[in-house]
């Protein structure tokens, strides 16, 4: 026992013990070779660096250990390739090169060679190399690495600024700041995890560092297992490394952090718009059957008048877990329930996991098996063996998502649930787990086609969900043309927002569990991420009142409202503890829909511009050190900040307001920013605060999208000091992908204090949306009259 246990401390220890500073470091430059987008450095090891530059903000580095810079460059992140490359110019001296954007200079030390980036304009230093770029030449790191014959190990380490803050890197389980952390990128089913927990479900290689306000972001484009350490094993540097693959990442200049989300949305692809009901509140539970349940779940929220749009079908639904499949007694006419669940507003959402049923009788025929063994779409083990992993249905397959005939066919089988109705798909276990051994060692030499390089598990398990969701998402384009699809999916690598909505795996029913809510969903936010959210209540283990009412008061306002509970954990539906906190769980989801449109204006933002609706104060007030590490409370969109409760007991507390001025929403009381401030907060009450200057747009009381026509918005005004405040409101048809072609509208409202009162102007509205008739009205809640 003992044994195992120190064997245990030493696995766990060393897993991150690469020291870097015994790496081999690149070479010295001794020539350039340059081009209309790059130069490319030869070192005297016969290293190369390339440079590229793709807009005055975004350089690309890219290095080759030993040899020359391969001809082929791809990866399934990048969405965008054809950039037009800006103004840049390069000027060498003996020791230096340098690159000159409009925003950017890059010098280039040659020896020992050295990379720093400066802001063009002012000269003032952003990042810069602590030690050359380094890997590991002999080896030394193989006996820890997950796939020894994966390497060489790459690394970059960059000079740890004193006060420098570090955001982003996806799904992690911590807090906002990841400064004296460090982090491991290894795709990992990792129920009941709690703060600390490093790796998780997603791998997001991407972070944004921020010192005295100014910012740079670093995506670390490789789907190796990798490595971030910001500052926790030394204090004089932050490093990146992976187990393989090619030193390769974008570097990009703000100094503002929303315009580093918009060109990293432009490098890895921007969230296309989900229907507008995926803003609508969801229930789950691993698994309402048999229909009738599902039926009662739904018939219960409208009886009690709490509003829903969405119910998912956890695993149970299908024929002995055989995706693509409906059980036929639990679910013997899958399209009469959709049918039926369509005229009480609600769609149905399906889970779909990547294991396909390996049959245990070779007599037995399933489609799914028959026709993927046929074609050859199955992964393989190197000696051509099946690769067989046990899920849910026991042996199962997974496919080759990498072969781009087989993620079509993934698409394909999907028509069994549009042709039933069912509405959006839910790809879980896509790490992709295998219970017989989660670590990912039972799949070492299974071999992906990846673009001809038959690559092995190493390279491909942190891009398995990412291909994998983007079969489902372009099979659901294709099914339906004329509707957007709506896919949820637990593990992802960087781009995944192309394809699919997220939500953070299986929590714990638990208060730390809830506090880690705001830093996860942030973070995410901060990584590409914008539509997140966790299980409402939390997955595992038994909740109470008083938790699901908190765990609300964080949830009503992310993008992935949806409540749901382990399959032996204790019922947790809004109404299970009582009249008492259901009523108060009623008010939040009417307060959702009530905000819709301001929450659908803040989504379509973040569409368009990579910045996400869910943000930490920081995205907001980037000049003020207040909010560096502040993660107990958060913002939707420019106007709303909401500082929940995420302890049992406590009905008070300290609430940061930044500067400016704020109304109290439920009290419409005026505060100053700048300061802290202490506030009541009774279980009924989550304090929130509007900011001056701000409209907020509501909807009338709806149980779900569409329940009626919207007659009437109306806005809220909050008058800034001198009288001001505006809004801007995105509407469209919710459904269709016609947005994309300019079938939306985008109206812009001030309100202006005068002599007579508050007047409202318009402005001219954008896109060809045209709008069922509405009428606008309009209510400051300073009292005063409002004339429109
Ligand atoms: C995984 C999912 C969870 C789901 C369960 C059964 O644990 O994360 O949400 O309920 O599998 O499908």
């Not at 870097?20 to 660096?49: A, F, H, P, R």
């Not at 703060?195 to 791998?203: A, F, L, S, V, W």
């Not at 390996?358 to 074609?375: C, I, M, S, T």
């Not at 299986?506 to 991420?529: C, K, Q, R, V, Y």
Request: net charge neutral.
């Amino acid at each position: 026992m003992f044994r195992l246990l120190v064997l245990t401390l030493l696995l766990t220890t060393s897993v991150f013990a690469q020291d870097i500073t015994t790496l081999e470091k690149i070479g010295d430059v001794v020539s350039l070779t340059k081009t209309d987008k790059s130069i490319t450095l030869i070192c005297n090891d016969n290293s190369q660096v390339q440079l590229t530059i793709l807009a005055p903000d975004l350089v690309r580095v890219r290095a080759s250990f030993t040899k020359p810079i391969p001809a082929k460059d791809h990866s399934w992140a990048i969405a965008k390739n054809d950039w037009s490359t800006p103004r840049w110019t390069v000027n060498e001296s003996s020791t230096t090169i340098i690159i000159t954007t409009d925003e950017l200079e890059v010098t280039i030390q040659r020896s020992p060679l050295l990379i720093s980036f400066r802001d063009a304009r002012t000269h003032q230093l952003l990042n810069a190399d602590e030690r050359p770029m380094s890997y590991d030449a002999n080896a030394s790191l193989a006996g820890i690495m997950f796939d020894p014959k994966a390497g060489p190990f790459v690394a970059a380490s960059k000079k740890l600024g004193f006060d420098e803050h570090f955001y982003g890197l996806g799904e992690k389980a911590s807090r906002l700041d990841k400064r004296r952390s460090s982090f491991i990128n290894w795709n990992s089913d990792t129920p009941g995890y709690i703060e600390g927990k490093d790796p998780i479900y997603q791998t997001i290689p991407f972070y944004i560092g921020l010192q005295r306000g100014i910012a740079y972001g670093i995506f670390f484009d490789n789907s190796y297992r990798s490595y971030f350490d910001f500052g926790k094993s030394s204090q004089q540097r932050a490093w990146f490394g992976a187990e393989g693959g090619e030193m390769n990442y974008y570097f990009f200049h703000g100094p503002w952090i929303k315009k580093i989300l918009g060109r990293y949305a432009d490098l890895t692809g921007h969230m296309p718009l989900p229907p507008l009901w995926a803003l609508g509140n969801q229930q789950s539970r691993w698994s309402y059957y048999p229909d009738t349940m599902v039926e009662e779940v739904v018939n219960e929220y409208r009886k009690r008048d709490l509003p829903l749009d969405v119910v998912h079908l956890d695993i149970d639904y299908m024929h002995g877990y055989r995706v693509f499949t409906f059980d036929k007694d639990r679910f013997p006419d899958p399209k009469a329930l959709t049918d039926k669940l369509a005229r009480q507003g609600v769609k149905v959402v399906t889970i779909v996991d990547p294991g396909i049923k390996h049959p245990v009788d070779k007599n037995e025929r399933y489609h799914a098996f028959d026709q993927g063994l046929e074609k050859n779409y199955f992964q393989r083990r190197r000696n051509g063996d099946l690769f067989v992993p046990r899920v849910w249905p026991g042996e199962s397959v997974f496919v080759d998502y990498t072969l781009p005939e087989a993620r079509r066919w993934w698409g394909e089988l999907h028509r069994v649930y549009t042709d039933n109705g069912i509405a959006g798909i839910w790809n879980d276990m896509n790490e992709p787990s295998d219970f017989v051994d989660q670590t990912g060692k039972n799949q070492l030499d299974v071999v992906s086609y990846d673009e001809g390089e038959k690559s092995t598990h190493a390279k491909n398990r942190n891009t398995f969900a990412l291909l994998m969701s983007r079969g489902t998402y372009e099979g659901l384009e294709r099914l339906r043309p004329d509707r957007r699809p709506y896919v949820i999916t637990r593990a992802a690598y960087a781009g995944i927002q192309r394809y699919a909505t997220m939500w953070t795996g299986d929590t714990n029913s638990t208060w730390d569990a809830l506090a880690l809510n705001i830093p996860m969903f942030t973070s995410l936010g901060l990584s590409g991420e914008p539509f997140v959210g966790s299980d409402v209540g939390g997955f595992i283990g038994r909740g109470n009142g008083e938790l699901l009412v908190r765990s609300y008061q964080v949830s009503f306002l992310a993008p992935f409202c949806r409540n749901h509970k382990v399959i032996d954990g204790y019922d947790q539906e809004p109404w299970r503890f009582g009249k008492y906190y259901e009523d108060i769980i009623r008010k939040y989801l009417k307060l959702r829909y009530s905000l819709m449109p301001y929450l659908y204006t803040a989504l379509e933002e973040a569409h368009r511009t990579g910045v996400p609706p869910f943000r930490p104060l920081l995205l907001n007030y980037q000049d003020d050190p207040s909010t560096y590490n502040l993660d107990d409370q958060f913002m939707v969109g420019n106007d709303l900040l909401v500082a929940p409760i995420m302890k049992p007991d406590v009905t008070r507390r300290l609430v940061y307001l930044p500067s400016g001025s704020w109304y109290d929403y439920w009290t419409n009381k005026k505060y100053a920013g700048g300061t802290m401030i202490s506030v009541d907060a009774p279980l009924d009450v989550v304090p929130m605060f509007v900011r001056a200057g701000a409209m907020i747009p509501i909807w009338p009381s709806l149980n779900y999208i569409g329940e009626k026509p919207v007659s009437t918005i109306s806005f809220n005004i909050y008058p800034d000091d001198s009288g001001l405040a505006s809004a801007t409101l995105y509407e469209d048809d919710g459904l269709s992908p016609s947005y994309k072609t300019g079938v939306f509208r985008r109206t812009t409202f001030t309100a202006r204090r005068g002599p007579g009162g508050i007047t409202i102007s318009m402005e001219w509205a954008e896109g060809s949306y045209i709008p069922g008739p509405r009428k606008f009205s309009f209510v400051a809640k300073t009292g005063e009259r409002v004339n429109f």
